[in-house]
């Protein structure tokens, strides 16, 4: 069976060290990391800025570069695995290693301990950064910049509710391959909810489905119609889309139906499924042991 190149940094020239003996290249190569030094980082499947949006790098990430040319990245998200290629721009290496993360949606990069001084940028929920210093309310990180502390959080940091999470983001634009508080879709939505609870699953909704215990036990259905069985947190799935069942008979998702995320009623989006013929083809609910 083939290896998803999503997930499988090989190319027929180059591939990583570690799946030499899984599949063919002309050479392999251990890689390097590099940090992600700019939230939301586009990465693409092909070298080329007018290549569509695969995904997305958030601030302090890891990418594992196997190969550097022309501008180009070409490596893997070590957060959950995706391959493509990013802007050398938006990577740095030797960086420290990360001691807290972002808690809050966004949080602003201010270039002094001040609430009235100039900001340099915004990085978004999950983003990790080295504090070097502190002073009155503001933490200064590797970059230099400084961050409020209350939008901070220790790295082993977790909630459980990760619904709460998800509800944080109502109102957020819908975006192909986003996976910030700029913009997402909504297998990210539910990516970021959960990796704010501990629970790291995969980038893509078949991913997320498919995937054996890595995002909670598959509940079999009796009846593809009855959903009575249906508990808060639960994962909804249908073909090419993942949301979150939410009590009250709701549906919190990233859509292209309205452009945002937002809460539905879970049966009109029943509905518009159905005559769309593309009705729900799993749920997966998030096990205690997760």
């Not at 590099?34 to 302090?60: H, K, M, N, W």
């Not at 001084?117 to 915004?122: D, E, F, N, S, Y």
């Not at 996976?179 to 939505?189: E, H």
Request: proline share 6%.
């Amino acid at each position: 069976m083939p290896m998803d190149p999503r997930i499988t940094p090989a190319r027929d020239d180059l591939a990583a060290d570690w799946l030499r003996d899984q599949v063919e290249a002309a050479r392999y190569t251990s890689g390097t990391p590099r940090t992600v030094i700019r939230d939301g980082a586009p990465l693409r499947f092909t070298p080329d800025r007018g290549a569509g949006l695969e995904s997305q790098l958030i601030y302090g990430e890891i990418f594992q570069v196997y190969d550097e040319r022309d501008g180009w990245c070409w490596g893997q998200n070590l957060s959950d695995g995706y391959v493509g290629y990013v802007p050398a721009t938006d990577l740095a290496e030797n960086m420290p290693a990360p001691d807290h993360q972002v808690a809050a949606l966004h949080s602003h990069l201010y270039t002094e301990p001040d609430l009235k001084r100039p900001v340099a940028g915004i990085i978004s929920m999950s983003a990790q950064v080295k504090i070097i210093d502190v002073e009155g309310k503001f933490c200064r990180i590797a970059s230099g910049h400084w961050l409020h502390s209350r939008h901070l959080v220790s790295l082993d940091y977790s909630t459980q509710d990760f619904i709460g999470t998800a509800l944080k983001f109502i109102g957020v634009p819908y975006l192909w391959g986003g996976r910030t508080a700029f913009g997402l879709d909504c297998s990210s939505l539910v990516q970021l909810a959960l990796g704010m609870a501990g629970i790291t699953v995969p980038r893509d909704s078949d991913l997320q489905e498919a995937g054996p215990d890595a995002v909670g036990s598959l509940v079999e259905m009796a009846d593809e119609q009855d959903f009575s069985h249906l508990e808060e947190g639960d994962l909804v799935f249908f073909p090419g889309h993942v949301g979150l069942f939410v009590n009250g008979w709701r549906f919190l998702h990233a859509n292209a139906f309205d452009m945002q995320v937002s809460l539905h009623g879970f049966s009109d989006v029943l509905d518009r499924a159905n005559r769309d013929n593309a009705g729900v083809s799993s749920i997966r609910r998030i096990t205690p042991s997760h």
